[in-house]
């Protein structure tokens, strides 16, 4: 099915399910413990032997030898998997560095060798004797050190965006400023850690893995082993968590694959959180510069947005200018992405890439510009709002309802208790302040596929190798094919993560949902026709409701179109030029109270309100469970989540849970999530966007305001530490 031109009246506007708070259908099998992730698959592959994996013990270097006579002999071990036996290797598209690594090393704690035992202790005593010497190379591990020499990404024509002359508008303006602001490397940090098992059935290769782009990683695993991608299959039906940190085939999965031919017999391999953290992926660091041009009375005249950060050689940079580009109003602009080489492991997708941390300085900057201009913060955003893209005043936005977004959490969060003058407002030793920030994240649509089975009990399946990373991708597809299908939720399955269903848009980019769904409309609409010729019935005419399907003044029982057997349907939806047309995008409003202990400077955040507009919210339950899971990432952004880079030898010091500081519990405030009654006809027949990263985007400048507004120090230097605070706060009282 096409999309190309904007929604009208279809079944999804009747919202009998779709729109309904519903409990996750995949519920009671995770509370349970029913539910099978990737390294629980036992019954699939019975007889699974252990791997574990032994990674490099230097950043940047050759390995010029490698004894593994010792390992092999210990007790249990079946194989043992090197380069110097793997085979011939390729490099997927979406991997930066070789997977096993060997002589070359390309990052700390890249795999260079997995042991495969019959237990698991076996495989971890047995890789302890692995005995490796290198020969090690200087390595760059400092963004701002290298920041000199960082270039304009190669082969990106977007890198750079220029609109009038920022530089002599910039000059000239009667209020400016000129800030840099700095965001660390960030972990992902996901529950479950990436897991795999791998059998082998002659020269079929099946990998139950935890992966969120089924076919992104099939493709790649093929490509890597040197294997037509029909010989692999991929089954991810949970994922615990993934965050962008599952979005491509990681070693592990190669790994078990090579191992299990090695052993001849299923191996699993998980990475242990050390090589969470330094062998696959993280957010990269990023410096930013922004300079903000305004008239007197608040109109910006030039901004402009630089951002620097690095990568491993062939790596991309973290796009931190793209909300610039379409956020705020302003006739001279100017946005540049430059590209350090760093010798750290592998920077690349996490939650909201670009936005998060591109937010993490621009709404910091809008609230230094309003400081300045001595304009509430909310009242000057609102003043430079724009109903077009900045950069292209001819191209509308298909909605935006940031206004709307403002004032409403303005008005519900109590804005006006707030001190306009910092430092002022105490409830006894603690400091109290508010904060806001915009939140803005683009609408993606991707091609995205789904197979409909309907059986002579009336019972829909779904399959479709969609991926549900904790989102509620389960729910919300059993409700699209309810809707569709004029079934009740109970009559639906759904089957997900399996590179033997059609292909989905796969669980990222905040794209997953709005066109997951589409993709089940689409078959949904071709398995309508199917049944109404079935029953002799006009499909135009044909209303499908409470298990029925009616037309021409007759209904017949839904479940009657599949006596005579099984009826399939399988269809995607396809997207023309409407993105290209107009802009799509999702907005918000973040506001945060702190308080601030005026003696320690420990913060504490004490109320969250998030206000977002993103088109049609298909489950407010699981959508506000993505946001206030957003919420608290956000939080821990601000306050204490940062990779410690070791200068010398080039890893993440704190590369476990004890030393990388997450948000728990005790944490987290009371949080209030507010969604505007939207829908986008632009972007899909669902008329939904995405909101899951939405929810992140803002927060972190919205607690550095707040905690600005608390003290009167501001910081610019992420994460909002206690001894960024202490020698600048008030005097006591």
């Given at each position: ?39 629980e ?48 290797l ?5 991997n ?61 024509d ?6 009038g ?81 599952k979005l ?5 999965a ?23 953290i ?5 957010r ?27 990568d ?45 941390p591109?937010?993490?300085?621009l ?11 001595k ?25 935006r ?11 519900r ?31 993606l ?39 569709m ?71 017949v029982a ?42 320690t ?14 088109g ?6 699981s ?37 990388y ?45 707040a ?27």
């Amino acid at each position: 099915m096409k999309f190309t031109t904007p929604a009208t009246t279809n079944p999804i506007d009747q919202l009998k399910v779709v729109g309904r708070p519903l409990d996750r259908v995949d519920g009671p099998a995770k509370t349970s413990g029913s539910a099978p992730y990737a390294y629980e698959q036992n019954d699939a592959a019975p007889n699974a032997a252990y791997g574990y994996v032994v990674g490099a013990g230097v950043a940047k270097g050759h390995i010029t030898s490698m004894n593994l006579d010792a390992a092999r002999r210990a007790p249990g071990v079946l194989a043992v998997i090197s380069a110097e036996n793997a085979g011939t290797l390729g490099k997927g598209k979406f991997n930066t560095a070789k997977l096993l690594g060997g002589p070359e090393i390309a990052h700390y704690h890249q795999a260079i060798a997995l042991v495969v035992a019959e237990t698991f202790e076996q495989a971890r005593a047995a890789a302890g004797l692995v005995k490796v010497t290198y020969a090690k190379e200087k390595g760059a591990y400092e963004l701002d050190k290298v920041k000199g020499a960082a270039k304009q990404p190669k082969g990106d024509d977007n890198a750079d965006t220029k609109v009038g002359d920022f530089e002599r508008a910039f000059a000239g303006a009667p209020v400016r400023l000129d800030a840099t602001y700095h965001t660390p490397d960030q972990s992902h940090a996901m529950m479950e850690p990436h897991a795999s098992i791998a059998a082998w059935e002659g020269d079929k290769l099946t990998v139950w893995t935890a992966n969120q782009m089924i076919d992104w990683s099939r493709g790649d695993l093929a490509k890597t082993l040197g294997i037509p991608k029909e010989n692999v299959r991929l089954i991810s039906p949970f994922i615990g968590g993934g965050f962008g940190g599952k979005l491509f085939l990681r070693s592990e999965a190669l790994l078990a694959a090579l191992g299990a031919r090695a052993a001849k017999r299923p191996v699993k391999v998980a990475l242990s959180r050390p090589l969470m953290i330094n062998n696959t992926t993280h957010r990269p660091a990023t410096i930013q510069r922004i300079r903000i041009g305004a008239t007197r009375d608040g109109k910006i005249s030039a901004i402009g947005h630089e951002s620097w950060s690095g990568d491993l050689p062939g790596g991309q940079p973290e796009t931190a200018v793209m909300q610039t580009r379409l956020l705020y109003a302003g006739p001279h602009r100017m946005t540049r992405m430059r590209l350090a080489v760093l010798d750290l492991p592998e920077g690349n997708a996490m939650r909201a890439p670009g936005e998060a941390p591109g937010l993490m300085a621009l709404e910091i900057a809008m609230d230094e510009m309003a400081d300045k201009l001595k304009i509430d913060p909310v009242t000057f955003r609102i003043l430079n709002d724009t109903k077009v893209d900045p950069e292209k005043p001819g191209r509308a936005f298909s909605q935006r309802r940031l206004i709307d977004c403002l004032r409403s959490g303005a008005e519900r969060f109590g804005w006006t208790e707030r001190s306009a003058e910092p430092g002022k407002k105490r409830e006894g030793r603690w400091l109290i302040g508010m904060g806001v920030a915009s939140a803005f994240r683009n609408n993606l649509v991707m091609k995205s596929g789904a197979r409909i089975r309907l059986d002579a009990k009336g019972v829909v399946t779904v399959e479709t190798d969609m991926t549900d990373i904790g989102t509620g991708s389960y729910t919300i597809i059993a409700q699209t094919a309810a809707e569709m299908m004029g079934v009740a939720i109970d009559k639906v399955v759904v089957k997900l993560g399996d590179s033997s269903f059609p292909v989905s848009a796969g669980s990222g980019g905040q794209w997953g949902a709005n066109s997951a769904t589409a993709g089940v409309y689409a078959a949904c609409m071709k398995m309508r026709e199917t049944v109404a010729q079935k029953l002799g019935m006009n499909p135009a005419e044909a209303q499908f409701s409470d298990g029925a399907v009616s037309a021409g003044g007759k209904s017949v029982a839904l479940a009657q179109a599949a006596q005579g057997g099984e009826l399939v349907a399988e269809d995607a939806m396809e997207y023309g030029d409407l993105d290209k047309k107009f802009q799509q995008s999702t907005f918000g409003a973040h506001f945060v109270e702190v308080a601030v202990d005026a003696a320690t400077g420990e913060t504490r955040v004490r109320r969250m309100l998030a206000v977002c507009a993103a088109g049609r919210i298909l489950n407010p339950k699981s959508a506000r469970s993505q946001v206030i899971g957003a919420m608290t990432m956000g939080l821990g952004a601000a306050l204490m989540e940062e990779l410690v880079v070791d200068k010398r030898s080039g890893f993440f010091v704190n590369h476990d849970l004890a030393g990388y500081e997450v948000p728990v519990h005790a944490d987290v405030p009371h949080q209030d999530v507010v969604f505007l009654d939207e829908t986008d006809p632009m972007s899909s027949p669902m008329k939904a966007k995405g909101v899951g990263e939405l929810g992140i985007c803002g927060v972190a400048a919205a607690i550095a305001n707040a905690v600005y507004n608390a003290t009167g120090v501001r910081v610019r230097d992420y994460p909002v530490t206690l001894d960024k605070l202490l020698d600048k706060m008030p005097a006591m009282s």
